[in-house]
């Protein structure tokens, strides 16, 4: 019996339906049902394109899908900056155009309202998020750095 991946779904038909269909493209080699696979999808677009827009800078984009998910897990699924709202957006703490990269000591889950409030600000000029919180961030994010 096939089994989701992700959530353990049963594959296959149920009471005489299709109930989930299994993908099996070339970059997702596990086998997932309908609805993960797509969250699956949904993820590596993501991160592709934030690697995407790091390496057209020159910088370095190796973030994975697991890294990404590792980061929201860490705040709790919540922003990094505010602790409150959903950090569903993908938050380059030093920003790319001062040359952070995408990657796991740089990037952090936020909310929308502070990824407005800080987007393309540098975090140690950035008047907008509460010093502590950068401040803080900033300790979460030095454990990944190697030097
Ligand atoms: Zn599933
Ligand atoms: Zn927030």
């Not at 827009?53 to 973030?63: E, F, Y």
Request: aromatic share 8%; with cysteine.
């Amino acid at each position: 019996m096939r089994k989701c991946n992700q959530c353990g779904i049963q594959l296959g038909w149920h009471d005489g339906q299709l109930s989930n269909i299994v993908q099996r493209p070339k970059t997702i080699s596990e086998l997932l049902c309908y609805p993960c696979y797509h969250e699956k999808r949904r993820l590596l677009d993501l991160v592709r394109f934030h690697n995407y827009r790091a390496r057209k800078l020159g910088l370095i984009g190796t973030l994975t899908v697991e890294q990404w998910l590792a980061a929201q897990a860490d705040f709790n699924g919540k922003c990094a900056y505010c602790q409150e709202d959903k950090g569903d957006v993908l938050e380059h703490f030093i920003p790319l155009r001062y040359g952070g990269g995408t990657v796991r000591g740089n990037i952090v889950p936020a909310c929308d309202t502070c990824n407005r409030k800080k987007i393309g600000q540098h975090p140690s000029i950035t008047k907008n998020i509460p010093q502590e919180d950068i401040e803080r961030v900033r300790q979460y994010l030095m454990s990944f750095r190697k030097s």
